[in-house]
């Protein structure tokens, strides 16, 4: 089934009652080339590129819940390509070239949305780090434009420039950067595998993985074991527990991230903005909601609610910068379990001592913008066995080495500063 | 979420500054190689469930602090100083 206008347009006309499932809800079989664990964006996104870029159409995602149901489902939908290190900065660059090709590759409206993104800074210091950013995203072939605060004050007329505590000194434009629908992302990436062939697995939790002789066989689950010559391990938050079933710990501690959303409003903001001085980014999803976030509540949780003094914090700021949006109402709040490495960048490799072994996870807070781009070079390094030259520094092996670790933000590699 | 200091009674967790897991207690030696560690300052168990974790009595006593407690309820199950599981000097 393709979408297309005129087909919208006749079932419009016809009492929409043409539209079948987008996916097939398949029962395991006793064997695959892969499997891959995780049913959500990274998961499904590694099953649509091992069909649609290495023909590898016997392959099966499972799903412990239900397709999508984790922080793909969950996140504040936002998309950029502003990173600073080597390493980062190719990568999310691959990631928002093909975030720019998606709709059309996978004849799905994800609601890709380029409404530019903006981050404010509030000091000399700010400016020069941001600057410093700006170029590097240049260097790397994207976009940035850096704003004095007359340049801010044209697109956001609405914040509050002229408090002393933190008063804004301008911004860093990256007018390519926005936000897409987020389960749109996980249905068309689901219907593009399964159109391949792909066997999507739902509600198959997986209970083991077996390993003979340091070649991995296949996995248990509440379905039946299922075997399969390779297997990727695309969990996020719950990455730990399933590297246990493998005798593995991971350089990954799962903290609780919030987000919020108001009620539904007039459009009242245009861009996707973050606040310097705080951890607060917003934007207005199509819906009218305001959609925004802080930081982590900052200590290992898998409750997937938060706290209220992070809660607190994050209104706070938002106060602090725009003062409007004290007049709209919290709908819902809601955590999501974050994969946090200690040096705040992602692992997408193979799992020493085990052949045919391979993990994706370490998304810490920045998983969204990633879907495309992190299954693109899984899928690489599954058909392969190499890494793909855009995600060559996400070794596991930097934690032992301390060569090449990836500090986005320049605080240290340690668990409790990311 | 609260704890209780053994020192200064229940307070909100605002007052504490969390570090990680409580292997941070179990230092290895200078010389005991990439892995140990590795394991020591990277990688972890990572539990849904019961854990260890050592939290900073910042804005009360200073007192270094292990707390055992649940990551999936946040119960908190016992608070006791480091000091004591140590053995001082902590």
Redesign the interface.
Known sequence: MRFSGLRVLKEGLTGNKGWAAHWRDATPKPEYDAVIIGGGGHGLSTAYYLARNHGMTNIAVLEKGYLGGGNVGRNTTIVRANYFLQGNSEFYSHSLNLWEGLEEDLNYNVMHSQRGLINLFHSDGQRDAFARRGNMMLNQGDDAILLDRDGVRKHLPYLDFEQTRFPIYGGLYHPRGGTARHDAVAWGYARGASDRGVDLIQNCEVTGIDIEGGVVKGVQTTRGPIRAKKVGIVVAGRSGQVAAMAGRRLPIESHVLQAFVTEGLKPVIDHVISFGMGHFYISQSDKGGLVFGGDLDFYASYAQRGNLPMKEHVMEAGMTLMPMIGKARVLRSWGGIMDMTPDGSPIIDRMEGVDGLFIDCGWNYGGFKAVPASGWCMAHLMATGQPHEVAAKFRMDRFRTGVGLMDEEGTGSQHNLH | ?RLTCPQCGER???EFY????AVALERPAPDAG??AW??Y????????GE?R?LWYHEAGCGAWLVVTRN????AVLDVVLASDVKGGGA
């Open positions: 979420m909100d967790r605002r969390y570090v990680g897991d990439d892995e590795e394991a300052v990277h990688l972890r168990d990572n539990p849904a854990t974790d990551t999936v309820t946040h």
